[in-house]
């Protein structure tokens, strides 16, 4: 499975970007997908992850209310939809695919995802 990632750019603190993930390769609907984030000087931490068939989705606390992961398996593309954008939401964005197919958790940790996007920035003024 191969990610490429977009949609990031720069926005008002308040404000709102839609990142999109799309995907080649015939087995991205067996995969769990999760968004990760990484500011300067800080460890890559979870954003939000969905299942393989998009049944359930779980989300970072600090994100949780103000971000929506979704998935469309027939344009094989997962997006995050990103409301009430703050400052501390300002990083690099990247989309991961679960090393396991057809998993039904959705991990937080990094290392569970074996294919990662090549990151899109986000930057929110205050």
């Known amino acids: 499975v191969q990610l490429q990632a977009s949609g990031g750019g720069l926005v008002q603190a308040g404000g709102s970007l839609r990142l999109s993930c799309a995907a080649s390769?015939?087995?991205?609907?067996?995969?769990?997908l999760g968004w990760f984030r990484q500011a300067p000087g800080k460890e890559r931490e979870f954003v939000a992850g969905i299942t393989w068939s998009g049944d359930r989705t779980h989300s970072a606390d600090s994100v949780k209310g103000r971000f929506t992961i979704s998935r469309d398996n027939a344009k094989n593309t997962v997006y995050l939809q990103m409301n009430f954008l703050k400052p501390e939401d300002t990083a690099v964005y990247y989309c991961a695919a679960d090393r396991h197919s057809f998993s039904i958790r959705i991990s937080t940790e990094p290392a569970e995802y074996e294919y990662w996007g090549q990151g899109t920035q986000v930057t929110v003024s205050s």
């Open positions: 390769g015939r087995t991205f609907s067996s995969y769990g």
